[in-house]
């Protein structure tokens, strides 16, 4: 029987998923996994758990996206190459609903019992991994912000009520993007980097996948209020490429610098200052995903 090492984050959500530990790992072990849980206490303990699983044969995580971000970056600092079973259980699962894995606990864990496994690409940000996005300039840190009950109470309705409260900072930060032989200095309300196609529920690079070997730039230029509420009923539709507000980058590296002290953001954790320079790793992730994932 393989050995699967199971980390969960008790606090994830609506902390709904010890009530169906017993039913995770009912399906896991009739799917050929003998599963040996470890309850994270707090992100030192994730690597800590990573570092002592060299004997498994894949490593399963229960959380939001902050919680897959440090098991992955755990898991590529230690070489750690085994595949990764992702059973979403956070407030926003972005890179979850890229890969199409749904929210159903024991759906995902058909998925990991399936064997289906596709190897995706990781994007870089100095020294720190990430697998969906990385972003900068304002409103890209609200997930850090919001106080863990009221995330977990009114799930992502917090992100909004934290958003509107920071509309009054909201303006826009001068930026410098190096992409190839191009250099564009523009002042920008955000940028995020994806890696996916999904960020905060939108998908904001429709046509993007995990494993083409490219990172897609989106940033949004300073404009009028109505322009950018126009824009975002165009994000809604997914006509939000063509905009003229629109920065759109598509490529394997950038640099960005930023002369203003302003946070960034990975997989919904707290990111480096500036200067960024992002690019996609030379180390490969191997995931459950499912049969008909493209």
Same mark, same amino acid.
């Given at each position: ?77 230690k070489d750690l190459d085994v595949p990764i ?11 979850? #609903? ?86 564009i200095n523009e002042m920008v309300y955000l ?16 046509? #993007? ?86």
């Open positions: 029987m393989k050995k699967a090492r199971l980390i969960y984050n008790p606090y994830s959500g609506d902390r709904s998923f010890r009530m169906r530990l017993d039913l995770v790992i009912d399906k896991l072990q009739r799917g050929g996994y003998e599963v040996i849980p470890h309850r994270t206490m707090s992100v030192e303990d994730i690597y800590l758990s990573i570092s002592n699983s060299d004997y498994c044969d894949c490593i399963i995580v229960s959380g939001g996206d902050g919680t897959i971000n440090h098991v992955i970056n755990a898991m590529l600092q079973g992702i059973i979403p259980s956070g407030t926003s699962n972005d890179f979850a #609903a890229h890969l199409n894995i749904p929210k159903r606990v024991s759906h995902a864990c058909d998925i990991i019992s399936n064997g289906n496994i596709l190897e995706i690409d990781v994007g870089k940000i100095n020294e720190r991994y990430f697998v969906n996005v990385a972003a900068g300039g304002l409103l890209t840190d609200v997930s850090q912000k919001i106080d863990i009950n009221l995330k977990n109470t009114l799930g992502k309705m917090a992100y909004y009520i934290k958003g509107i409260e920071q509309l009054p900072n909201f303006r826009a930060i001068p930026i410098t993007i190096e992409h190839e032989d191009n250099i940028f995020v980097i994806l890696n996916g196609s999904t960020a905060g529920g939108f998908k904001l690079a429709p046509d #993007a996948t995990a494993h083409d070997g490219k990172l897609n730039l989106i940033a949004v230029k300073s404009c009028n209020l109505m322009e950018l509420f126009n824009l975002f009923i165009k994000m809604l539709k997914g006509e939000h490429l063509e905009s003229s507000n629109i920065i759109y980058l598509k490529g394997e590296k950038f640099s960005i610098k930023c002369n203003e002290n302003i946070e960034t953001d990975i997989d919904g954790e707290t990111g480096p200052l500036f200067p960024l320079n992002v690019s996609i790793s030379n180390k490969k992730l191997k995931v459950f995903t499912p049969i008909n994932h493209i």
